[in-house]
């Protein structure tokens, strides 16, 4: 099926701007208050927690475009005055567990996102109980491939008593399972467009890196229709990446030479480590080494279920990169 033939979720095409806070931010078309402005309806309601990040926000589109009844928990007001219309905004905190209950509240079924960090799994636990004490009949959960991998990843590990707290609680459940995001690399653009460096130290085996919006499409479905429960999707692109590879493409679409900085994960954490906390720091960098070492390619059966979980042929890497040169 040709790109353009692709009917996404969110009845859009590809748009980058809806993505990224880092990519998005000059273009984000900021809504009116949603807290404020919509009221609860009495349809089935669907909350999403963790509803204005990367995956957060591409699933809101598409159960907009489906006619769900959306609600969003946020830590901020104006995170949730940026999402489109017709979401109604809850203001709450996993951490405190402030306005859980009121987010849980005549939810039907529930997608938790737990962002990474030292708390992730309190933060989790928090959701899940909520959820359960709420009623919530199916909970959608975004974890990763193989959370108890070898050598393990601090952020992977946190997921284990999340899925355990989940399978335990009574609640119909479907994990989604991605591979790396091709959106974590849209923190690296600048450096690659100015400088001609990719500096992601993904290591030369490569990962079949999934885009984001094929996440937020196969929760979609979860969260829509029946006969997930009990599901584990696991989620890959198309392509297997690496470093080099990644490079390659995305110096084909800027026009540029851009070139591999190398698996020097040190030198990575180098700019980032004023900004992220000492433990997530760590965390990366355990994940990247264990890239390195073993990369995260899918074999073709496994991208054939992947993307009949999403339900439409699978984003390539080479579409993203695109999307990237143009801004
Ligand atoms: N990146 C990858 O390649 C990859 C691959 C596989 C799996 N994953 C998993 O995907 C998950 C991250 O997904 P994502 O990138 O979509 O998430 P994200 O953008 O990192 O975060 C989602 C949202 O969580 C909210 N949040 C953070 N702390 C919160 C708190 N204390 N209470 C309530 N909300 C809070 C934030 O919203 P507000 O600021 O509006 O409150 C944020 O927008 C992680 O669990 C990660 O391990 C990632």
């Not at 974890?143 to 399978?167: C, M, T």
Request: include cysteine.
């Amino acid at each position: 099926m040709a790109n353009s033939d692709r009917v996404y979720a969110d009845g859009s095409g590809p748009e980058l701007s809806k993505l990224s806070p880092e990519f998005s931010a000059l273009r984000y078309n900021a809504g009116p208050c949603l807290s404020e402005k919509n009221k609860r309806t009495t349809a089935m309601t669907i909350l999403v927690i963790g509803a204005t990040g990367n995956v957060g926000r591409p699933t809101i589109a598409g159960l907009l475009a489906k006619g769900a009844t959306v609600r969003a928990l946020s830590r901020s007001e104006e995170s949730l005055a940026k999402l489109p219309d017709g979401v109604e905004g809850v203001i709450g905190d996993l951490e405190s567990g402030d306005g859980l209950a009121e987010a849980c509240a005549g939810a039907e079924k529930v997608f938790l996102i737990t962002s990474n960090g030292e708390t992730e799994t309190a933060r989790g636990l928090k959701a899940v109980e909520a959820a359960k004490a709420a009623g919530v009949k199916h909970l959608v959960f975004l974890s990763v491939g193989n959370p108890g991998k070898e050598p393990a990843v601090p952020h992977y590990r946190a997921k284990l008593p999340i899925e355990a707290a989940i399978r335990e609680s009574g609640m119909d459940y479907t994990f989604l399972r991605p591979n790396f995001f091709m959106q974590t690399d849209l923190s690296v653009v600048p450096v690659m467009k100015e400088h001609g460096v990719y500096a992601m130290p993904v290591g030369s085996i490569g990962a079949n890196r999934i885009d984001t919006r094929d996440i937020a499409d196969c929760a979609v479905r979860a969260l829509t229709e029946d006969g997930h429960a009990g599901a584990d999707y696991h989620l890959h692109g198309p392509d297997t990446v690496s470093g080099p590879s990644a490079a390659e493409v995305y110096g084909k679409h800027l026009g540029r030479e851009v070139r591999y900085a190398g698996d020097d994960v040190d030198a990575w954490a180098k700019p980032v480590e004023a900004f992220l906390p000492p433990w997530l720091l760590d965390s990366l960098k355990k994940m990247f080494i264990g890239q390195q070492q073993h990369g995260g390619a899918a074999d073709a059966e496994a991208v054939t279920a992947s993307a009949a979980a999403v339900g439409h042929p699978l984003r390539t890497i080479d579409e993203f990169a695109a999307e990237i040169a143009k801004g």
